[in-house]
């Protein structure tokens, strides 16, 4: 089945952008609808983002609206986040999941495939 490995995390200041990448093996990305959650200390997982399986509809977490954007590009069966105008509290372990269905699109009992996560710091 697919498999899904995170990158661009990292260390960043309050105000800048970043862009996380989910690259997805075995399977095209085409066949799942792609979502990003994330984890911070003491706190439960939460829905960031997420993408239809053709990239045709997109949704975002309310803290997240108009400061990110998911794309899915075909050619190298990935999919991207991109935040911006970061905050302290984005700081979190990101990770991507993938689902064949599209329902529940902000769940993550509905991912049954997940990457081993990103890690995200932003600095005051």
């Known amino acids: 089945q697919v498999v899904l490995v995170e990158s661009g995390g990292g260390l960043v200041q309050a105000g800048g952008s970043l862009r996380l990448t989910c690259a997805a093996t075995?399977?095209?990305?085409?066949?799942?609808?792609v979502g990003w959650f994330r984890q911070a200390p003491g706190r439960e997982r939460e829905f960031v983002s997420a993408v239809s399986s053709y990239g045709t509809i997109t949704h975002y977490a309310e803290t997240m609206k108009g400061r990110a954007t998911i794309s899915k590009d075909d050619a190298e069966n990935a999919v991207y986040l991109e935040m911006r105008t970061l905050v302290p509290e984005d700081t979190a372990d990101y990770t991507c999941?993938?689902?064949?269905?599209?329902?529940?699109?902000?769940?993550?009992?509905?991912?049954?495939?997940w990457g081993r996560g990103t890690h995200v710091t932003v600095s005051s």
């Open positions: 075995g399977r095209t990305l085409r066949g799942y609808t």
């Open positions: 999941a993938a689902s064949p269905r599209y329902e529940g699109y902000n769940n993550d009992r509905n991912y049954p495939y």
